[in-house]
Nanobody, 120 residues
Framework: QVQLTEYGGGLVQPGGSLRLSCAHS????????MGWYRQAPGKQRERVAA???????TYEESEKGRFTISRDKTKNAVYLQMIILKPEDAAVYFC??????????????WGQGTLVTVSS
C-alpha cells in the first residue's frame, strides 16, 4: 500500500512563510497528478494547488501569487511553498495523489495532514 506523508506545518505569524513537503512511500510509476488540499474547522476541504506528472500546475484564485507547488519525482515528493500567509490560511493541509493502478482505474491517495497555524 502506497502512503503519503506530509511535513512542514507549524505556527507562523501573518505575513510569514512555510514550505510543506509530501512524499510517497515508494517509487510508483502509476502515480499521476498530485496536489494539496486544506480543511479549516467547520469548513469543507478545498483544493489549494495541483501539479501533473509533466509539472503543469494549477492554483485556486485566492492562492495564486502566494503559493507555489513543485515536484521532484526522483524523491517521490511534492512541495508547497507558501508566502504572505493570512489567518484564513490556517488549516490542516493534506497531500493528495492520483494513482492510476491500471487503465480505467484510479485510486485517490491522501496523507494524514499537517497543521498550519497562522497567528500573531
Amino acid at each position: 500500500q502506497v502512503q503519503l506523508t506530509e511535513y512542514g506545518g507549524g505556527l507562523v505569524q501573518p505575513g510569514g512563510s512555510l514550505r510543506l513537503s509530501c512524499a510517497h512511500s515508494e517509487s510508483v510509476f502509476t502515480i499521476d497528478g498530485m496536489g494539496w488540499y486544506r480543511q479549516a474547522p467547520g469548513k469543507q476541504r478545498e483544493r489549494v494547488a495541483a501539479i501533473t506528472n509533466t509539472h503543469a500546475t494549477t492554483y485556486e484564485e485566492s492562492e495564486k501569487g502566494r503559493f507555489t507547488i513543485s515536484r521532484d519525482k526522483t524523491k517521490n515528493a511534492v512541495y508547497l511553498q507558501m508566502i504572505i500567509l493570512k489567518p484564513e490560511d490556517a488549516a490542516v493541509y493534506f497531500c493528495h495523489a492520483d494513482d492510476h493502478i491500471r487503465p480505467g482505474r484510479v485510486v485517490y491517495l491522501w496523507g494524514q495532514g499537517t497543521l498550519v497555524t497562522v497567528s500573531s
